[in-house]
């Protein structure tokens, strides 16, 4: 059974970066398209960045576009996910997941239908 665990995140101050890592036990990652996910207290989770398992197609929120990088390392079994320039809005705790169905990373960041696996987050607070 696929398992993720992210670490990373901690306190930075505005306009600082942080490098979240997902790191996946159990099977391969290689075939799961891999996202991003963060809730904010009081808020909705939402869909940070998403990839996909081969052509590389990405997915960014409008909120964190330019801002912030998602890479993979299959050999590794591990996600990435950059983020730089942050602001007290990208607070939140993030949430890596793991995707076999849906058609596109857009839908798999918007719908999150077909995720298979969530990791247990990592706690991200920009504040100075």
């Known amino acids: 059974q696929l398992q993720l665990v992210e670490s990373g995140g901690g306190l930075v101050q505005p306009g600082g970066s942080l490098r979240l890592s997902c790191v996946a036990s159990?099977?391969?990652?290689?075939?799961?398209?891999m996202g991003w996910f963060r809730q904010a207290p009081g808020k909705e989770r939402e869909g940070v960045s998403c990839l996909s398992s081969s052509d590389g197609a990405t997915y960014y929120a409008d909120s964190v576009y330019g801002r912030f990088t998602i890479s993979r390392d299959d050999a590794k079994n591990t996600v990435y996910l950059q983020m730089n320039s942050l602001n007290p809005e990208d607070t939140a705790v993030y949430y890596c997941?793991?995707?076999?169905?849906?058609?596109?990373?857009?839908?798999?960041?918007?719908?999150?239908?077909?995720?298979?696996?969530w990791g247990q987050g990592t706690q991200v607070t920009v504040s100075s």
């Open positions: 159990g099977e391969a990652l290689d075939r799961y398209a």
């Open positions: 997941a793991a995707d076999v169905g849906s058609l596109t990373v857009q839908d798999m960041c918007r719908r999150r239908v077909y995720i298979r696996s």
